[in-house]
């Protein structure tokens, strides 16, 4: 059985830094791409950010670009987002997605297997 089990998620004022882990089991780890997407309360679904499974290639949402860095640890079936300079817009819900058809894609289709994933709330 496939897991991806977010952690590292909390309360954080504006301004602030927090990391996110995604620890996987029950897949070949370096053969998925890793993505994060995360999820406010009445909006979509939205993608933030995914590392391709070679870690050549990364990618991220113009609205995080410059603010989060996503790394995964291939040796500990791990992936990382960094979030720095948190804004209170940051807030959400945020999941991590493992998928194999993609090396750069932020839709959600492209992912097959998903977190239960970790709340993330920054104050003004």
């Known amino acids: 059985e496939v897991q991806?089990?977010?952690?590292g998620g909390g309360f954080v004022q504006a301004g602030g830094s927090l990391r996110l882990?995604?620890?996987a089991s029950g897949l070949t780890f370096d053969a998925y791409t890793l993505a994060w997407f995360r999820q406010a309360p009445g909006k979509e679904r939205e993608g933030v950010s995914c590392i391709s499974f070679s870690v050549r290639n990364t990618y991220y949402?113009?609205?995080?670009?410059?603010?989060f860095t996503v790394s995964r640890d291939n040796g500990k079936s791990t992936a990382y987002l960094e979030m720095n300079s948190l804004k209170p817009e940051d807030t959400a819900v945020y999941y991590c997605a493992a998928g194999r058809r993609t090396d750069?894609?932020?839709y959600s289709t492209m992912y097959d297997h998903w977190g239960q994933g970790t709340q993330v709330t920054v104050s003004s």
């Open 61 to 67: 949402a113009d609205s995080v670009k410059g603010r």
């Open 104 to 106: 750069h894609s932020l």
């Open 21 to 23: 882990s995604c620890a």
């Open 4 to 7: 991806l089990v977010e952690s």
